[in-house]
């Protein structure tokens, strides 16, 4: 399967911003449903938003009003855009893609934050 790549993680204070990028070349991205997943040390992944291909959204309630997930399809990219960020949110974002013919993933991408 054709693997998607994140960009865009790294190191931001507390209160901060961050927009990680997933680009998702090779497959049929305009009927894709694209989700942000992340999973801290220790913990259990974790869904954090998903888009369908009609621009419908969903977010998890810990990141609800602080985060927004997008697309842009003439680019075959999703975005999240994070703000108000905590030291909870530190995990390795990754990205996902699903449509008829297959479930794709990214390597992820570190997000960071200090308190």
């Known amino acids: 399967q054709v693997q998607l790549v994140e960009s865009g993680g790294g190191l931001v204070q507390a209160g901060g911003s961050l927009r990680v990028s997933c680009a998702a070349p090779?497959?049929?991205?305009?009927?894709?449903?694209m989700g942000w997943y992340r999973q801290a040390p220790g913990k259990q992944r974790e869904l954090v938003a998903t888009?369908?291909?009609?621009?419908?959204?969903q977010y998890a309630d810990s990141v609800k009003d602080r985060f927004s997930i997008s697309r842009d399809n003439a680019k075959n990219t999703a975005y999240l855009q994070m703000n108000s960020l905590k030291p909870e949110d530190t995990a390795v974002y990754y990205c996902?893609?699903?449509?008829?013919?297959?479930?794709?993933w990214g390597q992820g991408t570190q997000v960071t934050v200090s308190s």
């Open positions: 888009i369908s291909s009609g621009g419908s959204t």
């Open positions: 996902n893609a699903k449509n008829l013919w297959g479930d794709y």
């Open positions: 090779g497959i049929r991205f305009i009927i894709a449903t």
